[in-house]
């Protein structure tokens, strides 16, 4: 059974950095595409950033182009996201999401399983 559990969530001023980070089990992590995706109240979710199996290709929303870098380490089954120069408008939970089909990109269809999520609050 697939298992994504995200992290490091939390309140901070505006201008300062937060990293997320999600573990996933039960897939061979390297072979799945991972996405970062945020929810505001009232608003639709949206994709923040994903990062392809095989190379590794990054995609990011215009939004947080500059700020958010979004990584992953094989290795250790984690995916990273680190923000800085937080704004108030980043506001949001933030969801950690495996694309369950192997060797996929970050465009086409996904399938995604999604973790429980962490809050991020950033007061201005």
């Known amino acids: 059974q697939v298992q994504v559990v995200e992290s490091g969530g939390g309140l901070v001023q505006a201008g300062e950095s937060l990293r997320l980070s999600c573990t996933v089990s039960g897939l061979t992590f390297d072979e799945h595409a991972m996405g970062w995706f945020r929810q505001a109240p009232g608003k639709e979710r949206e994709q923040v950033s994903c990062?392809?199996?095989?190379?590794?290709?990054?995609t990011s929303a215009d939004s947080v182009k500059g700020r958010f870098t979004i990584s992953r380490d094989n290795a250790k089954s984690t995916l990273f996201l680190q923000m800085n120069s937080l704004k108030a408008e980043d506001t949001a939970m933030y969801y950690c999401?495996?694309?369950?089909?192997?060797?996929?990109?970050?465009?086409?269809?996904?399938?995604?399983?999604w973790g429980q999520g962490t809050q991020v609050t950033v007061s201005s």
């Open positions: 999401a495996a694309d369950l089909r192997i060797w996929g990109g970050c465009s086409g269809t996904p399938s995604w399983r």
């Open positions: 990062i392809s199996s095989r190379r590794g290709t990054t």
